[in-house]
């Protein structure tokens, strides 16, 4: 795909943004939306043209890139906006929705003559913004190939994991067992905490041996050994505990409609949906401070 391509790109928040800018940066023209002034006034200082509507957008472009808040909003956005899209265009949904929701978009999009991809990312908005993202995409094969030199303009690694939905089920299990890390490190801290151990020699002594994990190593849930993780800033996301809180509940539904006896998972899911009541806007790593608090007999 050559820069001569066009790309509307609909939803420039966090994660949005910074991948819209990335691709402007690369020399392909975006038309960009989103209802949202504030990320409206950053696309265009970024590079991009913004239009007035999604439709808009997805008129006038051979590519059309998606990155919104769930399901939901995303086939609400298709069966507004796929009518007004040139016949072929290639639809590449980066949300992170359920498998069954990416499923559903990609048969709108084949039912009205267009082709469709789901390709979730991990890497948060420090990924974003570096172009650092892994793409985990579902569709076909040609659709996959058409789409690759877009994505790795934003990611630095892109897995075709399989047909329409399957780039949602492999974000689904990398997030469970992310959020389910996330709980066991911080329990760990805390009980070292206890014990007298010290967060810097936790650190010394885990991040080489059979606990490490990249929970640890590079977002470490406590200030000081690793200076970039959110934990040196105030919990400041980051990835939010809402998000982490969103996926950890597709990973809950999943494992109930598949069968699969996920004790863990749906614990996990439970733990953070009860701190997200009080802490949405902080990065999923504050659970330890949740923990801590609880160890302490506190409820807050």
Not at 250 to 273: H, K, M, P
Request: hydrophobic share 45%; with cysteine; glycine share 12%.
């Amino acid at each position: 795909m050559s820069n001569t391509t066009k790309v509307g790109f609909l939803g420039l928040g966090h994660m949005g943004g910074p991948m819209a800018a990335n691709l402007v940066k690369a020399g392909y023209d975006v038309l960009a939306f989103d209802p949202v002034p504030a990320a409206q006034a950053q696309a265009r200082a970024d590079g991009a043209t913004v239009v007035a509507t999604a439709a808009e957008a997805v008129s006038a472009s051979d590519v059309v890139i998606t990155m919104l808040p769930n399901g939901r909003i995303v086939l609400d956005l298709y069966n507004e906006v796929l009518s007004a899209a040139k016949p072929g265009t290639l639809f590449v949904d980066c949300s992170t929705i359920d498998v069954a929701d990416a499923k559903q978009a990609a048969e709108l999009a084949a039912a009205t003559g267009h082709r469709a991809l789901d390709a979730p990312v991990s890497g948060g908005v420090a990924g974003a913004a570096a172009g650092t993202l892994t793409f985990m995409v579902g569709g076909a094969d040609a659709d996959f190939a058409d789409a690759l030199p877009l994505l790795e303009v934003m990611g630095g690694k892109v897995v075709h994991c399989g047909g329409a939905g399957v780039g949602q089920a492999a974000k689904i299990c990398n997030n469970m067992l992310l959020g389910i890390s996330m709980i066991g490190l911080s329990e760990a801290i805390v009980l070292g905490e206890k014990l007298g151990l010290t967060h810097e020699k936790f650190f010394d002594v885990v991040s080489t041996a059979s606990g490490q994990s990249w929970a640890l190593t590079s977002y470490c849930p406590v200030p000081g050994p690793v200076p970039a993780s959110p934990a040196n800033n105030d919990y400041q996301p980051g990835f939010a505990t809402a998000l982490m809180t969103k996926d950890l509940g597709l990973a809950a539904s999943a494992l109930r409609g598949n069968g699969v006896d996920g004790q863990i998972g749906l614990l996990a899911a439970e733990i953070y949906s009860r701190f997200n009541q009080d802490e949405a806007g902080k990065d999923f790593s504050a659970i330890v401070t949740d923990i801590r608090k609880r160890s302490e007999g506190e409820t807050a």
